[in-house]
Every structure is written in structure tokens, then in C-alpha cells.
């Protein structure tokens, strides 16, 4: 098989995905359809960066369900690719799925290099549920890699108060 040959018919393979796709995706709405198709067209590991990016641009235009179904499709091809789990567990937040949101951040905080500000999420998310002593740990560890975060200082205080409340 020639090159060109070769070439061709990786073209025809990847269009009969993209009509698949398109054909699937349409009956849910033109938004999800050009999502599913570029989603169907990304391939490499670079590509996961452009899901990413997509799905971002739908959470914040306020189409959660596409974006996260974007954000899921990046996470299938690298369930280790922090932006999109962070940004994914954002979507959940906004869709005040917090259960999710949870898993989704719980997940991320066991990936190495996760930022302190994902310790930060889970802890307001935790806290929430009344878990007060875990989301004291997380909020911890999120001001042990930034220290003078006055936000962070101002939730462990209110966690600590909470905690003491409780004793007494």
C-alpha cells in the first residue's frame, strides 16, 4: 500500500467516524453534534488539550451537559490530564451536582502535582456535607503550598471555629 493510498483511506475511516458521530450526536442538538465531531476528530495526545479547551468554552457559554460530556471524552483518552478533571469538576459544581463534583476533585487530588486550589474545592465541598475535620486536612495542605491565601485562611478559621463549636 502506497502512502498515499494509506493516507486515503485513514481519511475515509476518520470521516465515516465523524458522520457517525455527527449522526449520532444530532438528534441532541447542533451543540453537542459539533462537539461530538471534533471530539471524533481529535486523535493524539495534543488533541486532548484541544478537548479541553472546548469543554471549557461550553461551561463557561453555560452548556454544562456538552461540557461535560467534552471533558469526559479528554479524561477517557488521559484520566490523568489535571486541566480537564479540575474544569470537570468545576461543571459539576455548576450544575450543583456535588456528589459529583466531589468524586471528580477526590480523584484529582490523588493525581501527582495537583494544584493547591483543588484541596481548597474539595474542602468547601466536604465541609458543606459537615465533614469539618477533612475539609480542616485539605484546607492544610492547600495552604501548606500557599501559605498567605486569604480566602483558604479564612475558611480553615471558619472550619476550626465550627470544629470547636462542636466540643463545647
Given amino acids: 500500500m502506497t502512502a498515499s493510498n494509506q493516507s486515503e483511506e485513514e481519511g475515509g ?23 461530538c465531531a471534533v471530539a471524533e476528530l481529535c486523535g493524539s495526545v495534543a488533541d486532548i488539550a484541544l478537548l479541553h479547551y472546548i469543554g471549557v468554552a461550553f ?19 488521559d484520566p490523568a490530564f489535571m486541566p480537564s478533571r479540575i474544569e470537570l469538576g468545576a461543571v459539576h459544581t455548576a450544575a450543583g451536582r456535588n456528589a459529583d463534583a466531589r468524586r471528580t476533585y ?37 495552604l501548606a503550598d500557599e501559605p498567605g491565601h486569604p480566602q483558604w485562611q479564612q475558611d480553615l478559621m ?7 463549636q462542636r466540643l463545647i
Fill in 13 to 35: 475511516s476518520r470521516l465515516a467516524r465523524l458522520n457517525a458521530a455527527l449522526e449520532q450526536a444530532g438528534a441532541e442538538g447542533p451543540d453537542t453534534a459539533i462537539a
Fill in 59 to 77: 461551561h463557561e457559554s453555560g452548556d454544562l451537559a456538552v461540557a461535560e460530556r467534552v471533558l469526559d471524552l479528554a479524561l477517557a483518552r
Fill in 106 to 142: 477526590e480523584q484529582a487530588v490523588l493525581l501527582p502535582g495537583a494544584p493547591a486550589y483543588v484541596f481548597a474545592r474539595l474542602a468547601g465541598i466536604i465541609a458543606a456535607e459537615g465533614q469539618l475535620f477533612q475539609a480542616r486536612l485539605l484546607l492544610t495542605a492547600a
Fill in 158 to 164: 471558619k472550619v476550626e471555629r465550627q470544629l470547636l
